[in-house]
């Protein structure tokens, strides 16, 4: 049989097929399966075969190419947060299959077995009836074509279905939007509490104190220099303003902290910034919960299957043990909290940290039960909301679910990794979404004008928009502490805040010239020799990166 559906326990289920869809409908899926897998052999291929699966999301590593070549036994599942997509590329046929049904717990299976290349989806089910029938679409392309024209054709549906809209068409009511296009992203880590967290659940009486890099005094000194040093347009975005800094005691944000001048010099300082001519908004969380929160109880917390709290075991942030905050509960802390601190003065893209690089949680708590889908539908009414109240709504990720409404994301992806089962990085989503949503590569292209030449040349490759973290660094002897680069930008001195906008003003000086091309799709990317890069973009611009020379050119 060439295209079949198989649960964990070895059940067939039927499917059924149109013109370009494959279904598995709900009504035949009983409870009790941890997953279905479908096949479907005429996209399977063998060692040798002219070209290549395309893999959207390599576990939030970017998206890769595995070719046909002749490879070790292996195989690899990924969650595909970033797009409900994959490809695959034969001598004579070349398809995009897009996920629509129950495709925000899809994971991606590919492996190859004695020569034999295999590739398929599988839902994960937790045990319960999902809340969607399981579809596939085929979207059947040339036979020549691409993983360039593979993300053209889902840019293309995302278009035509209405579930974004181009950046052209957006600024033009959407001034917010419009000013950050052609402004780099300046976040300023202000104050924190030791992490990892040594202090688990914190109190009043055992809370750690927090420490104080940049006052919102010294922000004015920052806004002096960018003026001095002719940075004309910038978002500045406030991290860690609210009550025990950066994480301190989510979701509790008032008051502002004291340690960093107070409310009175934080409203002083916003006025300050829209005087010289900047945009400056704030970080605020609608994910994460820590039990010194006066808001805090067992009721706000996400209960996973055995109807244990959920939280984030592998590290402690400055506010201790991170519980996962349902997200019902977090809508309404939201549409409590945003307006208050809206009326603070902030204004532009506002920033909500991971909302849209977390997995779409379910939470089993029988008071508050959500699904994946009741998720998203609540965190779209949190975005909506953000765009409403500030002009805009930013996060950390890109994961596609968020694609409605998401303005920036801090990055695309982590950097990625060298994979056997891997042949080639390639900027899938970038294609995809270029001309839609304003960006930065990967994570390590933070601060790029302190990092080196490659950096800058990724950043140029697919179009990114310049973003500059003050204080990326404040993990204490922890591993991840570099997981935005080892460089870093401070303030600690008059020397350092001078230095740290030079590099700033570096990126501005460039970005001036090419943030037109932001509201412009990107037609292809290809590597047309070892280490040389040609993007392509919709108004016939050629941007060549050459990372041999360590150096790049534009031309229309």
Known sequence: MTLKALSNTGKEFNIVKSENTITVKKS???KGLEYIEIFDESLFAKAGDEGYFCIADLDGKGSGLCFFNRKSNGKRVFKQNLMPIYGIKKADRCVLVIVEGYKYDFNIVFEVCDGIYRIYPKFDLYGAVPFCDITLRYIELEPDATYSDMAKAYRNYKLSCGQ?????????????LGYAMQAPEIRIRMG?????????????ENEPPMKVACTFSRVRDIIDELKNQGVDK????LVGWNVSGHDGRYPQIFPVEPALGGERELKKLISYAKENGYRIVCHTNSTDCYS??????EDIVVKD????????????????????????????FAMRDLPAVRALGF????????????????????????????????????????????????SEGCFDFASKYLDYGLYVSWVPEEDAMIDKHIPLWQMVYHGIILYNRTTDTVNYTVKAEKNHLQVIEDGSRPSFYFYSRFLEGSHQDDWLGKEDMVCDTDEQLK?????IKQAYDEYKNTCRLQMQFIESHDEVSGGIFVTKYSDGTTVTVDYNREKYSISK
């Open 347 to 394: 204004e532009g893209l506002h920033y909500i940290d991971v909302l849209s690089v977390v997995p779409l949680r379910w939470c089993y708590d029988k008071k508050h039960p959500v699904t994946s889908a009741d998720t998203l539908e609540i965190y779209e009414k949190i975005m909506a909301r953000s765009a409403e109240l500030f002009g805009g709504f930013a």
């Open 305 to 332: 299957r055995n109807g244990d709290m959920s939280f984030r075991a592998d590290v402690a942030w400055s506010g201790g043990r991170q519980y996962h905050l349902c997200p019902k509960k977090a809508y309404e």
């Open 28 to 30: 035949d899926i009983p």
């Open 234 to 237: 910038a978002q500045i975005c």
């Open 499 to 503: 230095y740290s906008v030079s590099k």
């Open 164 to 176: 974004c809209k181009p950046l052209a068409e957006r600024i033009k009511n959407n001034r917010s």
């Open 292 to 297: 010194i929160a006066e808001d805090f109880s």
């Open 192 to 204: 924190w509490k030791p992490a990892p967290a040594q202090v688990l659940e914190q109190t009043p």
